[in-house]
């Protein structure tokens, strides 16, 4: 006898696991069906949590080399990468055994086998030996993630052509690396390589970095990158990758038809992400698509077959781990009959290079697009106490409210934790906050999250510190 539950989600990354785990603790008899053989999905196993170790390592590294700069004498440093990789996947595992941990505590009942549609409550787990089995739900969600795209005819081989995943396994530092895409990935790889010696070149399509980020962060993002060493080329089409034994040579045309090749030892194809609905049957229940592949759903995360949900990369918004773990809990609350629901204009989205960068709300852009009139304040870290102290004073915090209301519409952060400072910005937006609410709330001295006051303080034209 197949077994029954309530509700069932197919997918164990950010989004998927934390939606089984909000239905059980809902008091639904709940399963979690993953087919990578650990949870956590792209994020914790190939994505966020190894980026971001290799990130801090590749830091410490960098910095230890430079500490005689500040009066610190050591001895010869030496890379040891094999050290840093076993250090990065430490970090994977205590994680995704943690989730399973997780899992096990609130009832959730775990299969490891690809899940797919056999009927609109039937799904079939086949796991790594090819044993079928069956389970039934009542409510079912889609939570299986995306997967890196390429470009047309290039595959990757994850060894000289590599994909975000392949990136993060490389077994030693490329003399030289081409990224392909000037997006949050790339830039945080080629950065991760860079510091610990490759020669790092980014060849993009557009006339500017980071698409979609507000236009003065890019480029002053896009300096602070050539300043560190990697080098850029703008408004380059890539015609073609070939592979030359143990190297790569990238074709590229430039916006006034000149050819270039790049020659390389490992290229980084990093051009976006495509949701992974492959496999999972979806034709034969009759769920329907969007015309980019994504599983159309409405406000509350329903397809149009009415006991089918999906939430996280495989349906339309940005991808990122805490978007799918919002939905998570909210369309598991609202399969439990609550209001579960999900602000998107208070989605941060960070860049875990050095210095980071940090964005949630409005750009000026779309501001200017949708006519809405806004003042602007901005403030240097060069002016802020702590990173002057410490020496880490590049960028600056950017916070752009109504010019009626005074209510903060975004807010744009380079500089040193960025990704930490973004948090309190977005916990103003989402209780309505104005400038003046965060500038006249104090904050401790000396702290980078001064920067955010005075830029706030700014935006009326009163910063004290500038």
Same mark, same amino acid.
């Given at each position: 006898m197949a077994d029954k539950f309530q509700a069932v989600v197919i997918g164990g990354g950010p989004g998927g696991y934390v939606c089984a785990i909000r239905l059980a603790q809902l008091g639904m008899k709940t399963a979690c069906i993953e087919s990578r053989g650990s949870l956590g999905g792209t994020c914790l196993n190939v994505g966020c949590i190894p980026s971001k170790s290799l990130l801090n390592l590749s830091e410490e590294f960098h910095k230890v080399k430079n500490l005689s700069n500040k009066g610190i004498e050591v001895g010869e440093v030496k890379l040891n990468l094999n050290?840093?990789?076993?250090?990065?996947?430490?970090?994977?595992?205590?994680?995704?055994?943690?989730?399973?941990?997780?899992?096990?505590?609130?009832?959730?009942?775990?299969f490891k086998g690809i899940g797919s549609f056999k009927s609109r409550n039937e799904i079939s787990i086949k796991d790594v030996n090819k044993n079928e089995i069956s389970i039934f739900a009542e409510k079912i969600i889609i939570a299986t993630g995306s997967i890196p795209t390429s470009l047309p005819g290039i595959d990757f081989d994850e060894k000289i052509i590599v994909s975000s995943t392949g990136v993060l396994k490389l077994d030693k530092v490329p003399k030289k690396m081409v990224v392909v895409g000037g997006g949050y990935i790339g830039l945080e790889m080629g950065s991760v390589w860079s510091r610990l010696g490759a020669e790092v070149h980014v060849v993009e399509f557009l006339d500017h970095i980071t698409p979609g980020m507000d236009k003065e962060i890019s480029n002053e993002f896009m300096k602070i990158l050539k300043k560190q060493g990697i080098k850029f080329h703008m408004q380059h089409k890539v015609d073609q990758i070939t592979k030359k034994n143990s190297s790569a040579v990238i074709s590229t045309t430039d916006k006034d038809g000149n050819k270039k090749d790049f020659d390389c030892?490992?290229?980084?194809?990093?051009?976006?992400?495509?949701?992974?609905? +492959?496999?999972?049957?979806?034709?034969?229940? *009759?769920?329907?698509?969007? /015309?980019?592949? #994504?599983?159309?759903?409405?406000?509350?995360?329903?397809?149009?077959?009415?006991n089918i949900y999906a939430i996280g990369d495989v349906i339309s918004g940005p991808m990122l781990a805490h978007k799918a773990e919002d939905e998570g809990i909210a369309v598991a609350e609202n399969i439990a009959g609550q209001s579960g629901h999900v602000n998107y204009d208070t989605i941060p989205g960070v860049i875990y290079t050095t210095p980071e960068v940090a964005s949630i709300g409005k750009t000026e852009e779309q501001l200017n697009d949708l006519n809405i009139k806004y003042k602007i304040g901005k403030f240097s870290f060069m002016a802020n106490s702590r990173a002057k102290a410490i020496?880490?004073?590049?960028?600056?915090?950017?916070?752009?409210?109504?010019?009626?209301?005074?209510?903060?519409?975004?807010?744009?952060?380079?500089?040193?934790?960025?990704?930490?400072?973004?948090? +309190?910005?977005?916990?103003?937006?989402?209780? *309505?906050?104005?400038?003046? /609410?965060?500038? #006249?709330?104090?904050?401790?001295?000396?702290?980078?999250?001064e920067a955010v006051k005075e830029a706030a303080l700014s935006v009326d034209k009163r910063a004290i510190h500038s």
């Open positions: 050290k840093m990789m076993k250090s990065k996947e430490k970090a994977v595992t205590v994680l995704t055994k943690g989730v399973e941990f997780l899992l096990k505590k609130n009832d959730v009942t775990y030892e490992v290229v980084l194809v990093s051009v976006g992400r495509k949701p992974n609905t +492959e496999g999972l049957n979806l034709e034969k229940i *009759g769920l329907n698509l969007d /015309d980019k592949n #994504r599983i159309s759903t409405d406000k509350n995360f329903k397809t149009n077959l009415n020496d880490d004073t590049e960028g600056f915090v950017k916070i752009l409210a109504d010019e009626k209301t005074d209510k903060v519409l975004g807010a744009h952060l380079i500089g040193p934790h960025a990704g930490e400072l973004i948090a +309190e910005i977005g916990i103003a937006m989402e209780f *309505g906050a104005s400038s003046e /609410d965060i500038a #006249r709330t104090c904050h401790a001295h000396p702290t980078f999250s």
